[in-house]
């Protein structure tokens, strides 16, 4: 394989690893201003798993060549992973206020 084609293949390789920290962004973005549900999260979730996959099957990461985007994209998963819970907290709270008001509500009912 000429010199060419090599950085032919890892400018390819490149674009996928961009591409990938590109969508892990928007996730988090996403999941950070609330909106960890609906059809835009589950579109990106879909192409950042053809992206996994797509790469896990080329070893592109395995490459020390890609050290550094791997390290990156490690980060990105830890941040929008700890975004994910912080998320999932905030909702556990809300859910329990709420119930506390239905069961607030249910006891005046009763007592009326």
Do not use: P, W
Request: glycine fraction near 6%; proline fraction near 0%; aromatic fraction near 4%.
């Amino acid at each position: 394989m000429s010199v060419n084609c090599t950085n032919i293949v890892s400018d390819d390789r490149m674009l996928l690893a961009g591409k990938l920290q590109e969508l892990l962004q928007k996730q988090i973005e996403l999941v950070q201003k609330g909106r960890s549900a609906g059809k835009r999260i589950e579109e990106l979730l879909l192409q950042t798993q053809i992206l996994v996959d797509e790469i896990g099957l080329s070893g592109i990461l395995d490459s020390e060549q890609f050290k550094k985007q791997k390290e990156q994209i490690r980060n990105l998963y830890a941040h929008l992973y700890m975004a994910i819970s912080a998320q999932k907290d905030e909702t556990s709270r809300q859910l329990s206020r709420v119930r506390k008001g239905k069961n607030t509500i249910n006891t005046y009912r009763k007592n009326i």
